[in-house]
């Protein structure tokens, strides 16, 4: 069974300029999340949808940051204008409905 | 707000030890997963319990529900066992987890 997909792996930019994330989750997994783990922490919860509705994006700064799973499949998360404080290893997790969470490999992005 | 603590923060010991890692957590919280993340890897699911206590190879979780306490043991450790392990909580109607903030574990040979 394939796992969690994401891309890009890693990912350098200049504060001020957009990027966007893409995660593919397992195949007939519902939900989707995404996290945000700054070094030397825990991650936090961004965004949460079941299929292609939010259920919980309390945590996601909505100024700058933005994310949509139109067909309930993949996803995309995108920031806009990014800052220093952004640089942090964005995780995707898939599960099941209420089942346990499978984590992706990461996105590491740097803003410089 | 769901919290979620941990403790150690970070261990060190020798190969063949007995490990517990422990993790306290609030009120809302109705089930908790522990996960392990190696340096620079995607971060693994190891148990996920609600109750009682689950055992998946040398890896033994349990759950106290009243006193809202989970460990997570390791027994015969190995220096591959050296990862980060998270405990992290999940309530309050939606699945997203809060986590704690991790033991840096390092298993000497």
């Known amino acids: 069974e394939a796992g969690v997909a994401q891309s890009p792996r890693y990912k350098i930019i200049e504060k001020r300029q957009s990027v966007a994330f893409w995660c593919n989750p397992i195949s007939g997994h519902a939900t989707l999340y995404w996290y945000q783990q700054i070094l030397g922490q825990g991650p936090k919860l961004l965004i949460q949808f079941q299929n292609n509705g939010v259920v919980d994006d309390s945590q996601l700064p909505k100024d700058r940051f933005s994310a949509e799973r139109l067909k309930g499949v993949d996803s995309t998360l995108k920031i806009q204008p990014a800052k220093l404080e952004d640089s942090a290893v964005y995780l995707c997790?898939?599960?099941?409905?209420?089942?346990?969470?499978?984590f992706g490999p990461g996105t590491r992005l740097t803003v410089l | 707000k769901n919290e979620v603590e941990q403790s150690p923060q970070n261990l060190t010991a020798q190969e063949g030890e007995f490990i517990t890692i422990n993790c306290s957590y609030s009120?809302?919280?109705?089930?908790l997963h522990w996960l392990q993340q190696h340096p620079g890897g995607g971060i693994v699911s190891l148990f996920m319990?609600?109750?009682g206590k689950k055992k998946h190879g040398r890896l033994i979780a349990t759950i106290n529900i009243q006193e809202k306490h989970s460990s997570l043991h390791i027994t015969a450790s190995h220096p591959r066992d050296s990862a980060v392990y998270i405990c992290a909580g999940v309530g309050g109607g939606a699945d997203g987890l809060t986590f704690g903030k991790g033991t840096h574990l390092i298993i000497q040979p």
């Open positions: 319990l609600s109750s």
């Open positions: 997790a898939s599960s099941a409905r209420h089942g346990t969470q499978f």
């Open positions: 009120v809302g919280i109705s089930a």
